[in-house]
């Protein structure tokens, strides 16, 4: 079975959230949780997923959410060939947040699929693609789905789980 880790954004994903409702699906799934998951602290939050990668006997795939994404991706180059691949849905804005500047500003060595959406507040469509672009990361455009959190209705989110699967899937092929 692939370990799956599950990086939530700021505040956390509750108990109706869609990553919530796939750590329920995946059995041996675990939750990178933050020490205070009020306060956007990259290097910390990025140090945290770091320990959970390197935890695992088996290289482990990623679905991360808003914060969560920025935490992915501040992580990678510090555990090559650790990371299977990644599900980034709806990043928050690096530049919101002053950190840009340590994320990849090239193309990754892991496979992944970032999902945007028309109305997401913490990040605009053109930039959610562009950002997609820059670490070559294949974009879905989910429409008008707002933060693709609990708030914007996606609680359980079938769709989410069918991403996880075809980005494993290629990857397997």
Do not use: C, Y
């Amino acid at each position: 079975m692939d370990k799956v880790l599950i990086v939530p954004g700021l505040r956390g994903s509750g108990p109706a959230h869609w990553q919530s409702w796939l750590h329920a699906r995946l059995p041996g799934s675990e939750r990178v949780e933050q020490a205070d998951n009020q306060t956007p602290d990259l290097p910390r939050w990025s140090q945290r997923l770091i320990r959970a990668i390197e935890a695992s006997p088996e290289p482990v795939w990623i679905v991360a959410h808003s914060f969560g994404t920025l935490a992915t991706l501040h992580a990678l180059d510090r555990v090559p060939g650790r990371v299977e691949g990644i599900l980034l849905v709806a990043p928050a804005d690096p530049d919101k947040f002053g950190v840009d500047h340590l994320l990849p500003h090239q193309p990754i060595d892991v496979p992944a699929i970032l999902v945007g959406s028309r109305n997401d507040p913490w990040l605009a469509l053109d930039k959610a693609r562009g950002l997609a672009r820059r670490i070559g990361a294949s974009f879905l455009d989910l429409g008008h789905a707002g933060h693709i959190n609990t708030e914007s209705g996606h609680g359980p989110w079938p769709e989410g789980l069918e991403l996880l699967h075809k980005l494993q899937a290629a990857v397997a092929a």
